[in-house]
């Protein structure tokens, strides 16, 4: 049996990702005991594994190394497996490779099997997967945000940031949403309920924030200088709930805020968070989660792909901005 998969060539330069990962064709080994061997469906494109394609060493993840398969989160049916906690035919979400197949240890990918009842299998990789564990989590753990505060997205139209804006909806909060462009921006107060929502690439990121009034708490998913334009307009006691530093993935660069001062004028909490951290509550997180996405209250737009050899052109949507909501590749199978 062929997999097809992407492997690192080298070091991406800035989004030149075809220069970067080639596509290999190669046959699917047998798996030794305890391992499975997924057919993979939908594959997940993440901002964060941009950091894992840098040098750095000093990221919550260590570097891939040039020539090896791009891992990354993904749903599929195990088509054969020496583990007997799997079945053939389960469906799974796996941190596996981005390819046809992954062949795991269901433990260390973290595989998880999936109600098939759910009927659009996309949302475990959106408000039922880690997107939506960490929204929630960002937002009412870190965050602390209570009912009536102005909470603050930036990236409002990604994947987490959309989920974080409508859960800061749901919780009772004064929800809006930082995007670059007029259409994201008028699709996050006209469909996903948010409170007002500022276009930063229109040069009035300043204005749209003042006319908050306060913020309460700002769920950051970019970092650099949107960080810095917020942190001035905090409220006293206000929280940052830093979730991702996207604006220096791609450069590398680590652009610590000018306003750091604030930090102390303001009394305010900074803290970082990161979803495998909490993993351990994944169950009660998608439970919650479960009932407001059948309830119709908790949506995800995707931006889907189609076709495993059209994988990169999804994954710089992430760094261009071309999506909005969830990105994903669709498998043929
Ligand atoms: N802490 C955790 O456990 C955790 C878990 C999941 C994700 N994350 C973080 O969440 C963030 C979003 O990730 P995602 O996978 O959901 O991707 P996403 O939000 O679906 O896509 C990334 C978005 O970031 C925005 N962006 C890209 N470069 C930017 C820049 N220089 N300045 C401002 N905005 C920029 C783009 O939207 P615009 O058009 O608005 O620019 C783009 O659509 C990332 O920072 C990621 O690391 C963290």
Redesign the pocket.
Known sequence: MKNRYWRIKSRPQGNAFTDAFELIEDIVREPVEGEIVVRNSILSM???TRMWLTDRTDGYQPPIEDGAPMTGLGIGQVIQSRNSAFDEGDLVRVFGIWGDYSIVDPILAGAVKLDPAVSDRRAWLGPLG??GW?ALWGVEVTGNAKPGENVVV??A?????ILALQIAGLLGCEAYGI???QD?CRFLTEKMGAAGAID?KSGALDEGLDAIGGIDVYFD??G?P?LDAVIKRMNHYGRIAI?????DYSTGQRTAPQEFDQILMRRLRVEG???PDFMDQGEKLTARLHGWFERGELQMPYDATHGIENLLSAYAK??T?G?IG??IVELDQ
Do not use: E, P
């Not at 139209?157 to 940031?161: E, R, S, Y």
């Not at 979730?243 to 604006?247: A, N, Y």
């Open positions: 993440d901002a964060g880690m997107n960490t930036s990236a139209a990604g994947a987490t940031g995007a670059g462009g994201k930063y998913n970019v650099g949107i979730c991702g530093l996207v604006s968070f990161f979803s992430l760094f901005g999506n969830k990105v």
